[in-house]
């Protein structure tokens, strides 16, 4: 047994059929363990943890979790006649730290106590995101969307890694190909139709008219910051479109705003020469 606070002293602990000794850490935690489970189910009711990748993130807010958990113990035992349940008092502190307030001090000596002033409500900056660049919260922005006919095989080099991946059809890039992977690293893009693993027969974007060649010649591409917004790509082959080429369907999951706009991107028009 580890424990910061207990050494490796024994008690007697009373039993049904006499007494035993018993670890003096494992006495307190049995004594005191109806404690631990009250804390883990007001933690479990509100959890402030939320899905991430990031281990420190997830700790950091657990850690907060529990501070708040142990303020509230603090509150009601100095307030006992207070009946203040713990989701009131989440949303009291949640409000209270959504409000900007400065409090200003009085100057005084060593020997004098120092008297908060009055609060004074200070007004919020306005957030605007510089020229070109996005704040990360997607409720405040929208997808723009670049289509070109790009006529690119894009292989699987690690030389052009993070910007393809490792499912592309073909091993070796083509010019074209080359040109594109060089215009999504200039834009800070991702080709997202080359990140997901399927069929080779799910691959294909253009079969020749005798049918015994089939490349993968169109792509979709995203900005990195949204990448993981596209959570499948294949090419649909049911669509009778009066074509040599595939369908290419992106599954995307939008969670902000539902509003679109077909405006042309910012990215700049790509030629089809320059890809050549």
Same mark, same amino acid.
């Given at each position: 047994?580890?424990?910061?606070?207990?050494?490796?002293?024994?008690?007697?602990?009373?039993?049904?059929?006499?007494?035993?000794?018993?670890?003096?850490?494992?006495?307190?935690?049995?004594?005191?363990?109806?404690?631990?489970?009250?804390?883990?189910?007001?933690?479990?009711?509100?959890?402030?943890?939320?899905?991430?990748?990031?281990?420190?993130?997830?700790?950091?807010?657990?850690?907060?979790?529990?501070?708040?958990?142990?303020?509230?113990?603090?509150?009601?035992?100095?307030?006992?006649?207070?009946?203040?349940?713990?989701?009131?008092?989440?949303?009291?502190?949640?409000?209270?730290?959504?409000? #900007? /307030?400065?409090?200003?001090?009085?100057?005084?000596? %060593? =020997? !004098?106590?120092?008297?908060?002033?009055?609060? +004074? $409500?200070?007004?919020?900056?306005?957030?605007?995101?510089?020229?070109?660049?996005?704040?990360?919260?997607?409720?405040?922005?929208?997808?723009?969307?670049?289509?070109?006919?790009?006529?690119?095989?894009?292989?699987?080099?690690?030389?052009?890694?993070?910007?393809?991946?490792?499912?592309?059809?073909?091993?070796?890039?083509?010019?074209?190909?080359?040109?594109?992977?060089?215009?999504?690293?200039?834009?800070?893009?991702?080709?997202?139709?080359?990140?997901?693993?399927?069929?080779?027969?799910?691959?294909?974007?253009?079969?020749?008219?005798?049918?015994?060649?089939?490349?993968?010649?169109?792509?979709?591409?995203?900005?990195?910051?949204?990448?993981?917004?596209?959570? #499948? /790509?294949?090419?649909?082959?049911?669509?009778?479109? %009066? =074509? !040599?080429?595939?369908?290419?369907?992106?599954? +995307? $999951?939008?969670?902000?705003?539902?509003?679109?706009?077909?405006?042309?991107?910012?990215?700049?028009?790509?030629?089809?020469?320059?890809?050549?």
């Amino acid at each position: 047994m580890v424990s910061t606070i207990h050494n490796s002293s024994m008690v007697d602990v009373q039993r049904r059929h006499g007494q035993v000794k018993k670890p003096l850490c494992i006495s307190e935690y049995n004594m005191f363990m109806k404690g631990v489970d009250r804390a883990d189910q007001f933690l479990a009711y509100y959890s402030l943890p939320r899905k991430t990748v990031k281990w420190t993130k997830k700790v950091a807010l657990w850690l907060i979790n529990c501070a708040i958990f142990n303020s509230f113990t603090v509150f009601k035992k100095v307030n006992r006649n207070s009946t203040l349940k713990y989701k009131a008092f989440l949303l009291k502190l949640a409000k209270a730290w959504a409000t #900007d /307030v400065t409090v200003a001090a009085v100057p005084a000596s %060593d =020997t !004098d106590v120092v008297q908060p002033g009055p609060s +004074v $409500r200070t007004r919020r900056r306005l957030q605007v995101d510089t020229p070109g660049q996005l704040s990360g919260d997607m409720r405040k922005h929208i997808y723009e969307n670049v289509v070109r006919r790009f006529n690119a095989k894009v292989g699987r080099e690690d030389l052009f890694k993070p910007t393809i991946g490792n499912e592309s059809l073909h091993e070796i890039s083509n010019d074209n190909g080359v040109g594109v992977i060089d215009f999504a690293t200039s834009k800070n893009l991702t080709v997202k139709s080359t990140k997901f693993p399927h069929r080779i027969i799910h691959k294909f974007t253009w079969t020749s008219s005798g049918g015994k060649i089939h490349n993968q010649i169109d792509h979709i591409l995203i900005d990195r910051r949204w990448h993981s917004s596209i959570l #499948d /790509v294949p090419s649909f082959r049911a669509a009778d479109c %009066d =074509t !040599d080429h595939y369908l290419v369907v992106a599954k +995307v $999951r939008e969670t902000g705003s539902e509003q679109t706009n077909n405006t042309q991107s910012s990215y700049g028009e790509v030629q089809s020469q320059e890809i050549k």
